[in-house]
């Protein structure tokens, strides 16, 4: 069998937020998406709205290479392991 795929939605704590820019657009990041790679490596995106408010386009960003965001996302993939080995079946 094949998984193509595991993906994860985590929010990111307020004093963990961000600003970036995207085609003159200041965004907010509260989000991530947290992949498991096949070879077991995490990737993420993050995701956000923009400051000025609005829906604004679904727009991925890079997340930035700082030790507490690292901390959150394997601390999330740690969790997610936990909720996947416990799950109950389909009903």
């Known amino acids: 069998m094949n998984v193509s795929a595991l993906a994860i939605n985590v929010e990111i704590p307020e004093p963990l937020r961000w600003t970036d820019s995207r085609r003159g657009v ?9 992949r498991l790679l096949p070879d077991g490596r995490l990737a993420a995106k993050a995701y956000g709205r923009p400051v000025d408010g609005g829906r604004g386009a679904y727009t991925s960003f890079r997340v930035p290479d700082r030790p507490e965001l690292a901390d959150l996302i394997r601390r999330a993939a740690d969790r997610a392991a936990q909720l996947w080995a416990a799950h109950r079946g389909i009903d």
């Open 26 to 34: 200041e965004f907010v990041l509260t989000s991530l998406n947290v």
